[in-house]
Nanobody
Framework: QVQLVESGGRLVQAGGSLRLSCAAS????????MGWFRQTPGKEREFVAAISGRGYITDYEDSVKGRFAISRDNAKNTVYLQMASLKPEDTAVYYCARMRGRYYTGSHPENWGQGTQVTVSS
């Protein structure tokens, strides 16, 4: 059993920065890829960023490249999403996910956190 808890979401002005955290518990964390997804009302949950089990390989959705950075600290069982130059279109509930495999490519989410709300005002 793996439990994921996101935190850090809040109201922020456009152009600002924010860091989201996802704390994980369970016996297997460092051997699985982790991802961040986001969802707005009436929309399908979409991929934002992912990081491999050991943290060497990352992947990003095109609209956040150069603005967002995913990282992980396996000693703390925590994954982060550093967000900068935030835009109103980044407004969403952000979810942390544990993937089925060691790498994001070819895998899919297995466990989800409860989500944290990020609101960007213009």
């Amino acid at each position: 059993q793996v439990q994921l808890v996101e935190s850090g979401g809040r109201l922020v002005q456009a152009g600002g920065s924010l860091r989201l955290s996802c704390a994980a518990s369970g016996r297997t964390f460092s051997d699985r890829a982790m991802g961040w997804f986001r969802q707005t009302p009436g929309k399908e949950r979409e991929f934002v960023a992912a990081i491999s089990g050991r943290g060497y390989i990352t992947d990003y959705e095109d609209s956040v490249k150069g603005r967002f950075a995913i990282s992980r600290d396996n000693a703390k069982n925590t994954v982060y999403l550093q967000m900068a130059s935030l835009k109103p279109e980044d407004t969403a509930v952000y979810y942390c996910a544990r993937m089925r495999g060691r790498y994001y490519t070819g895998s899919h989410p297995e466990n989800w956190g409860q989500g944290t709300q990020v609101t960007v005002s213009s």
